[in-house]
């Protein structure tokens, strides 16, 4: 069963900083890779999808990497506002129906 | 475009009372739908999901139920809550590519 974990689980970084959250899993054979952030007590939004033949997809400030040989991701983000706080998730999907989800890193950006 | 409505976003039910949290998609039609519940300090869990009408899966057994009475309605319930059914719980809807999410029910089981 594939396995997906997130490091760090908190991470706390002043404002302006560059920081790279790390997602790593189990099976190498998926369909793609999602990230998604939580803010207390709302539900997921999507950020980036990376397709399992890509190697990363950007968007503003974000930048998603897939190395899925070595079965990771990493989801970096550029100069850190204090309104990036938030829990970060990524997800795996596996060919067919299952998605299997990290516990997820918990960001505070302090201004 | 595709959006998913779920409510209540906050309910507080006593030990024992019935539960039932409605999700419902618009913009497309036969959705892959989905349960998750996230406890507090917790990943995401799959609870239960749905292919069509009538269709349910379970992903683990526990003391909740789920149905599709409708082709964009899903329905999460229990007859009696128990106090480790508190937590945080999302519908999904998953498209050809991705998954999106509803907004959430926080729910306290006092």
Do not use: M
């Amino acid at each position: 069963k594939q396995e997906v974990t997130q490091i760090p689980a908190a991470l706390s970084v002043p404002e302006g900083e560059n920081l790279v959250l790390n997602c790593s899993f189990t099976d190498s054979a998926i369909y793609n890779l999602q990230w998604f952030r939580q803010d207390p007590g709302k539900g997921l939004t999507s950020l980036l999808l990376i397709q399992s033949s890509q190697r990363e997809q950007t968007s503003g400030r974000l930048n998603a990497s897939l190395d899925k040989s070595s079965g990771r991701s990493t989801l970096y983000i550029a100069a850190s506002q204090p309104g990036d706080s938030a829990t970060y998730l990524c997800a795996v999907r596996e060919p067919g129906n299952q998605f299997y989800f990290g516990t997820g890193t918990s960001l505070t950006v302090i201004p | 475009s595709q959006t998913i409505h779920q409510w209540p976003a906050t309910l507080v039910q006593p030990v024992g009372s019935p539960l039932s949290l409605e999700c419902t998609v618009e913009g497309t039609s036969n959705p892959n739908l989905y349960w998750y519940r996230q406890a507090a300090g917790r990943g995401l869990q799959l609870l239960f999901y749905s292919v069509g009408i009538g269709q349910i899966s379970s992903e683990v057994p526990q003391n909740l139920s789920a149905s599709r009475p409708q082709d964009r309605q899903f329905i999460l319930s229990s007859k009696k809550l128990l106090l480790s059914d508190s937590g945080f719980y999302l519908c999904a809807w998953r498209g050809s590519l991705s998954y999106t999410f509803g907004s959430g029910t926080r729910l306290t089981v006092v």
